[in-house]
């Protein structure tokens, strides 16, 4: 075996890799680890994308293993210092989703503002209530972006065409950097300063240790009375409980939630109820566009490695080390 597919991905980029290598495709392997396990003793590429848990135990149970392909830029499902150690190669579609992310932060951002999925809902119902939807406009607005990657700088450059005021918090930006000045973004050396000042706060940030739970109850204390929460990057970077005490005490006016902590949720969370609360299933990279740029990327790269050629879209190194 060539290929080890644990989840469903039937993409015209799986069907090209099998015209020449072995690939082995089961949508429900990841929940049975131990068969799992089984089938990995003999693989050489591992292709997930977020359910599968990419453990340092299941890493030890690949000899043969050089690459795991992740389809998608969050790598918190994926022991990326266990593979290193390894030497496997770890490869993900680093600007594929981007552009689709940062167009859905816009969508969300202007629905909290109009208050789009309210009017919908009430004039489906046989409603007529204008005043009810009544919105605010984003011209002369302020943004806060937490994490000013790929995503955060696409979200700067669509923003300030609304006439948006942009704030920036990120740890690993320079204050002097250059795409600051190209976004016409202001630099905040602390998280706390960015909330204060922000009618929209938006994060785009991974899920790792130093960001779990980065918003909290201090930090959306820390927000501005009335302001918005989009979050489209990991549900874990928020405290939901924390969240819903905010908007519930009208501290914050809405949020807007394409992640939650558990995907699926397996209870409600409550935020299910409020009206001034979007919730989607994940879908910030569920464009045509995105899915294609993603299932190719990954596709060609775990190609290349079993060709002994180099990765391109690399997370720890482009050629293995076993």
């Given at each position: 075996m060539d290929i080890l597919i644990t989840e469903e991905l039937a993409t015209a980029a799986v069907e090209h890799l099998k015209k020449s290598h072995n690939v082995v495709c089961d949508g429900s392997l990841w929940k049975n680890v131990e068969k799992l396990k089984g089938l990995l003793a003999e693989a050489r590429a591992l292709m997930v994308r977020n359910q599968t848990l990419v453990t340092a135990d299941l890493l030890a149970a690949a000899p043969k293993l050089i690459v795991v392909g992740r389809l998608?830029?969050?790598?918190?499902?994926?022991?990326?210092?266990?593979?290193?150690?390894?030497?496997?190669?770890?490869?993900?579609?680093?600007?594929?989703?981007?552009?689709?992310?940062?167009?859905?932060?816009?969508?969300?951002?202007l629905a909290l503002a109009r208050k789009i999925p309210l009017a919908d809902r009430s004039t489906k119902a046989g409603g007529w209530d204008r005043k009810g939807c009544m919105g605010i406009e984003l011209e002369g607005k302020t943004?806060?972006?937490?994490?000013?990657?790929?995503?955060?700088?696409?979200?700067?450059?669509?923003?300030?065409?609304?006439?948006?005021?942009?704030?920036?918090?990120?740890p690993f930006v320079?204050?002097?950097?250059?795409?600051?000045?190209?976004?016409?973004?202001?630099?905040?050396?602390?998280?706390?300063?960015?909330?204060?000042?922000?009618?929209?706060?938006?994060?785009?940030?991974p899920l790792t240790k130093a960001t779990r739970h980065l918003f909290n109850a201090r930090t959306f204390s820390a927000m501005k009375r009335g302001a918005f929460f989009i979050n489209t990057s990991r549900g874990g970077v928020m405290d939901e409980a924390a969240l819903l005490a905010a908007l519930r005490s009208g501290h914050l006016s809405g949020a807007a939630l394409d992640v939650q902590e558990v995907e699926p949720p397996q209870t409600k969370t409550g935020f299910e109820t409020m009206d001034?609360?979007?919730?989607?299933?994940?879908?910030?990279?569920?464009?045509?566009?995105?899915?294609?740029?993603?299932?190719?990327?990954?596709?060609?790269?775990?190609?290349?490695?079993?060709?002994?050629?180099?990765?391109?879209?690399?997370?720890?190194?482009?050629?293995?080390?076993r």
């Open positions: 998608g830029v969050g790598l918190d499902n994926i022991d990326v210092e266990a593979a290193s150690k390894l030497g496997i190669v770890v490869v993900a579609p680093l600007d594929a989703n981007a552009v689709s992310v940062a167009e859905l932060t816009l969508g969300l951002i943004l806060a972006i937490c994490g000013f990657g790929r995503i955060g700088r696409l979200v700067a450059a669509r923003a300030r065409a609304f006439g948006l005021r942009l704030l920036v918090f990120d320079d204050q002097n950097a250059s795409v600051l000045l190209e976004t016409g973004a202001v630099w905040c050396p602390r998280l706390e300063a960015a909330l204060a000042d922000a009618d929209f706060v938006t994060t785009h940030s001034n609360v979007i919730l989607l299933p994940h879908i910030g990279a569920a464009t045509a566009e995105a899915q294609t740029r993603t299932f190719e990327t990954v596709a060609a790269d775990i190609d290349r490695l079993l060709r002994a050629e180099a990765a391109v879209n690399f997370v720890n190194f482009a050629r293995p080390g």
